[in-house]
């Protein structure tokens, strides 16, 4: 019932002899076989002999070793027992025709008692040898196959990162390993009232079926896996129906009586780490004689469960030991994926505290991005049909695709949220220009009238108001078409695009400031800002928006990224570069853009046309922004096929619910 360690082999007690009296009694030395207690019995045919598991001797005279034939004795010797030959009268020494080897003793006829029972006592020494030789390289391949069992296990427990596979993993090995029916598997929660036991998985050979409820119980011996973990011994129990009076832990039948299922033995073992401190449990029930096969019922699996012997102990407690390893290895690893994902979430957040209006860009180009290397991963012909992505690729591709804007916390923030061609000061100067000029041309008008009047009176007044107010409409409606040319210009566009003939007539234009001076409608400046053709920022500030990729790119690099990730910066570097060398920071081309990139460009360009947020454009409509990005695939700037698998498998509405983690 309590821990024990192992379990020695009992040697069996009743050598057995087997004899073919032909022509001799071995009535002499009856005496003596039984005082050895030696099990007697007369053999007709060899098929008649079995090997088995305690020393064999078989007695026969050369007439029954002819009948028999040599190839039948030494396949019998073979098997582990011993041959007495009982020769011809008078022959002394073994015949020709029968190898000497497959004899452990040679006696002439008639035998001698005493030199009879010398002949069986060494063929029993000499079949005990083999029994034991036999037994001792079964053990070894045994052994051997038992260390390889366990070395693949360990390998596959420590290179398994998803947390629910390495769980399961962990039990289905364990219960391979003790050929056990069923298995739960318990981890241990601390909390501020103290540890528990939360009861995480459980599998059953016999009962698929049956559904799995999760549950917490307390550390205590009010439960095997309980007293199990407090106690840090393992428990194992022939029979746990059947428990002895004031055992300090008991079983519930519940989960039997409603499922229709019979524990009987179980085996828990406490899964400590390295520091001596368990961390799970391990409660192995119903060994099987062949792990293959299952128990038809209830009372199926109350006859035919195995108690669990000292050998499948020390074997669950290695797994235990590897398997506790592998889940701290494991939980360490989920802590370093929470601080990375951490520090993308905190990266992230800076780059929108920078420019809020493009809040969730990353986020809806990193979730369309992997949702575009899972249907090309998913893709079973075309181009994609060889494009495999592992969990560690995805993680990393969103990870970049999170990430690759973060080099515009380096960018000016009067750059990164400009809305129009001209920085709101400057459109301010311009509408103060014009406001200037309409008080200017309405003040000349007022001192012409004047002076009319003070000169002429009022002879001829109505035709000179007349005229002078066609010509000072005339003037303001110039002045006013100089400012609604200005405010249409000022409006940046997606596509290159822009009639600018009306800003060049009124860069020509000039008025008197107030101390005399000719100044121009437009300064040259304003002029060339207002000319952008596509977008708002002119071409200074074009190289200082662009340089954020190279800023990406040098940051992320700094990041000592593990194995699986370390392709984030690559990535992130290149999801402005198109494939006809255009593109930018380093005007790759071709394959050296990399595939991750190529969709990372199909999704970062749909959300900046199709987002709502951006302060220098309106939302495109779903069908523009396709027509925007096929055109570009068409003049070879980005991948068509990209392109036509993110239509297809309609990787646009990723962008609608983000990834969270």
Not at 65 to 86: Q, S, T
Not at 207 to 218: E, G, L, M, N, S
Request: net charge negative.
């Amino acid at each position: 019932m309590s821990s024990r360690p192992g379990e020695a082999r009992t040697a069996p007690v009743h050598p057995l002899l087997l004899l073919h009296a032909g022509g001799w009694s071995p009535s002499a030395i009856a005496g003596a076989l039984a005082a050895e207690r030696i099990e007697v019995r007369e053999v007709q045919h060899l098929g008649d002999v079995r090997r088995g598991e305690r020393p064999t001797v078989l007695v026969l005279d050369i007439g029954a070793a002819e009948r028999f034939g040599v190839p039948a004795l030494a396949a019998l010797v073979d098997a582990g027992a011993g041959l007495v030959l009982i020769g011809e009268p008078g022959a002394d020494d073994v015949p020709e025709r029968v190898p000497a080897h497959i004899l452990s003793a040679y006696i002439a006829s008639p035998p001698a008692p005493r030199r009879l029972l010398i002949g069986i006592r060494a063929a029993f020494r000499e079949a005990a040898a083999r029994r034991d030789a036999r037994d001792a390289v079964a053990e070894s391949a045994d052994r051997t196959t038992e260390v390889s069992d366990l070395t693949e296990i360990g390998i596959r427990l420590l290179t398994e990162r998803n947390h629910a596979a390495l769980l399961a993993l962990i039990l289905t090995q364990a219960r391979r390993l003790t050929s056990a029916d069923a298995g739960s598997l318990y981890l241990v929660e601390s909390g501020p009232a103290g540890g528990r036991l939360v009861f995480t998985l459980t599998q059953n050979d016999s009962r698929p079926d049956i559904a799995f409820t999760a549950a917490t119980i307390p550390l205590d011996d009010s439960s095997l896996a309980g007293h199990a973990a407090r106690t840090g011994s393992p428990l194992v129990i022939d029979d746990v129906y059947d428990l002895p009076p004031g055992s300090p832990f008991a079983f519930n039948r519940s989960f039997d009586d409603r499922a229709g299922y019979r524990t009987k033995s179980v085996l828990v073992i406490p899964m400590p780490n390295q520091l001596g401190e368990v961390i799970g449990v391990l409660q192995l029930i119903n060994r099987k004689p062949d792990f293959r096969m299952t128990f038809a019922s209830a009372e199926d699996a109350g006859l035919r469960a195995l108690p669990f012997d000292g050998r499948t102990v020390a074997l669950a407690r290695s797994l235990a030991g590897q398997a506790a390893v592998s889940l701290e290895n494991s939980q360490l690893y989920g802590s370093i994926e929470r601080l990375f994902e951490g520090f993308v979430k905190a990266a992230v957040s800076a780059i929108e505290q920078r420019d809020p209006t493009t809040s969730g860009h990353s986020e809806r180009v990193a979730s369309m991005t992997c949702a575009l290397a899972g249907a090309a991963d998913r893709a079973g012909d075309g181009p994609f049909r060889e494009v495999r992505f592992t969990r560690d690729q995805l993680r990393e591709l969103r990870y970049a695709g999170l990430l690759h804007d973060f080099g515009k916390v380096s960018v000016r923030e009067r750059v990164l949220v400009k809305a129009k061609k001209l920085y709101p000061e400057g459109l301010a100067l311009i509408e103060l220009r014009h406001a200037y000029l309409v008080r200017s041309i309405e003040c000349r008008a007022a001192m012409e009238r004047a002076d009319y009047l003070e000169r002429h009176g009022s002879a001829g007044y109505p035709a000179f108001a007349a005229d002078l107010e066609r010509r000072t409409a005339a003037e303001l409606a110039r002045v006013n078409r100089f400012l609604d040319a200005v405010l249409a210009a000022n409006e940046p566009t997606i596509l290159p695009a822009g009639d600018f003939a009306e800003l060049e007539e009124f860069s020509r234009l000039t008025y008197q400031g107030l101390d005399g001076e000719v100044l121009p409608f437009l300064t040259g400046r304003e002029v060339r800002s207002l000319r952008i053709r596509q977008g708002s920022l002119d071409d200074e500030e074009w190289v200082e928006m662009r340089r954020h990729v190279s800023s990406t790119f040098e940051f992320l690099s700094r990041i000592p990224w593990t194995r699986e990730l370390r392709g984030i910066p690559a990535i992130a570097h290149a999801h402005h570069e198109k494939l006809d060398g255009s593109g930018y920071p380093r005007g790759l081309a071709g394959p050296e853009i990399p595939l991750q990139a190529r969709m990372m460009t199909v999704a970062d360009i749909y959300d900046a046309l199709t987002a709502a947020d951006r302060p220098y454009k309106r939302a495109v409509a779903f069908e523009r922004a396709l027509d925007v990005l096929g055109a570009e695939a068409r003049e070879g700037r980005l991948d068509a096929d990209v392109l036509r698998l993110f239509v297809e498998a309609k990787g646009y509405e990723a962008g609608r619910w983000p990834l969270t983690g």
